[in-house]
């Protein structure tokens, strides 16, 4: 009997001992946490895709002393694709563009303008190049015949424009070409002299020989006498 209580009475200290458990586990926030104890995220980022590119062709300018003997050539950059007539022209107009490489003998008028954009509306073939320039130092008129030849043969590689205009500080201008002044678009015909592949048909010249046949000469009248 004495065993027995004794018994009895250890089982109560060892349940008093034991370690509670819990029948509701919960889970405690991370915020919660001591930060010792918190979780550590590693957000890996991933690089950007490049960027997708679009290789263009524009058109400088050899420069020979005889202005008449001036031609375009074509150099190529690769720049972003943007499909807008307004950011694939704009590089060209940078102070920097044409120098080095294949650009280091060329000149580049365009760069004599501030470039704003080039509207075309939908479903129109004309472009309409909108710039800006000092209105008390304007390049003049073999100037501007020198950029119009470069944007007209440069735009004109884009399918969707076969002709421009050039608004200048708001307004259309009337611009010089091959054959003279023109108020419509134009295109490269317009432009041809500036072609490194034209080359001027001669102008034919004729002679005419005038042919005079000599007169014989008036008998002298006989000389009378008395």
Do not use: H
């Amino acid at each position: 009997m004495r065993f027995l209580a004794a018994a009895i009475a250890f089982s109560f200290v060892v349940a008093g001992c034991s370690v509670p458990t819990d029948s509701s586990a919960q889970v405690i926030a991370q915020e919660e946490l001591p930060e010792s104890l918190r979780r550590v995220t590693t957000t890996t980022t991933p690089p950007p895709l490049p960027a997708e590119t679009v290789e263009v062709t524009y058109y400088l300018l050899l420069q020979p002393e005889d202005q008449s003997q001036r031609k375009v050539t074509p150099i190529i950059r690769e720049i972003p694709d943007t499909r807008l007539l307004t950011s694939l022209v704009e590089p060209m107009f940078a102070e920097d563009f044409a120098t080095g490489g294949d650009a280091a003998e060329l000149f580049n008028q365009v760069t004599q303008y501030e470039f704003v954009e080039v509207r075309r509306p939908e479903g129109s073939s004309v472009a309409t190049v909108v710039l800006r320039v000092d209105p008390e130092n304007p390049p003049g008129d073999e100037g501007l015949a020198d950029a119009a030849a470069q944007l007209v043969w440069t735009l004109t590689t884009f399918t969707s424009v076969d002709s421009i205009l050039i608004e200048i500080n708001d307004e259309l201008q009337g611009l010089p070409t091959d054959g003279g002044r023109t108020d419509q678009p134009v295109d490269r015909d317009d432009y041809r002299l500036y072609d490194p592949e034209f080359t001027p048909e001669p102008v034919s010249t004729s002679t005419t020989t005038t042919t005079t046949e000599a007169t014989p000469p008036t008998s002298a009248p006989e000389a009378g006498g008395n």
